[in-house]
């Protein structure tokens, strides 16, 4: 399964350059994924804007193996997340399991 996120990862890399890191998390995060688990990511877009509903329309996740919660957030709206304090970003930062991340070398936005 994580090999298939990552061959997406890749693709909606090459079709939104603006794309710098994507992570499993939750139950795929964590590795206890079982029959039923859905897939929980992460997406990182210096390009994302607008409320969260809108954000998630550009990404292809009807693509993925299973079904699918996102989050889309911005560099800085996923640091200030992780800064929070909340239980959602000690899970967060427990669990993410960066399956891709553009590389320095790569041409950015």
Do not use: N
Not at 33 to 59: E, I, M, N, T, Y
Not at 60 to 84: F, M, R
């Amino acid at each position: 399964m994580i090999a298939q996120v990552q061959a997406w990862a890749v693709d909606q890399a090459a079709r939104v350059p603006s794309l710098q890191k994507v992570a499993l998390f939750g139950s795929y995060g964590r590795g206890s994924a079982g029959v039923g688990s859905d897939l929980d990511l992460v997406l990182v877009d210096a390009a994302a804007s607008g409320p969260q509903q809108a954000r998630l329309l550009c990404w292809q996740l009807e693509l993925l193996p299973l079904s699918c919660d996102a989050l889309v957030l911005t560099p800085a709206e996923h640091k200030a997340l992780l800064g929070a304090g909340s239980r959602f970003a000690t899970e967060l930062h427990r669990d993410a399991r960066w399956v891709w991340c553009r590389q320095l070398s790569d041409p950015q936005p």
